[in-house]
């Protein structure tokens, strides 16, 4: 008997997504352009990237830093996707905490 749930994955060319956390983590994207800021919200995160919120006039660039306050990292982040006011990323590295935030 076959499943017929669920066709079989083979080499269609789709990326097996890792399990993303949900978590509600306040941080700031810092462009690096004059030291703008933009606030958002981590909505799920994983090791490779996360799921961020921000407000839907929001200009977010393609590269920025992600400061999380609550895990003390700056993390190097690379925009995956864009959807209103939701901003898929993928974690490219780290670097220390910005010396002028105080968040």
């Not at 810092?30 to 799921?51: D, F, K, P």
């Not at 690379?78 to 935030?101: C, I, N, Q, S, Y």
């Amino acid at each position: 008997m076959t499943n017929t749930a669920r066709p079989l994955e083979g080499n269609s060319g789709e990326h097996k997504r890792e399990h993303r956390q949900r978590v509600l983590k306040g941080g700031t994207i810092i462009t690096g352009i004059q030291n703008s800021e933009v606030s958002c919200t981590l909505r799920n995160q994983h090791s490779g990237g996360a799921e961020l919120k921000v407000a839907p006039d929001s200009r977010v660039p393609d590269n920025f830093l992600l400061y999380v306050p609550v895990d003390g990292i700056a993390y190097r982040a690379e925009v995956r996707w864009r959807r209103t006011d939701r901003v898929g990323v993928r974690f490219t590295g780290t670097a220390p905490k910005p010396k002028l935030h105080y968040g």
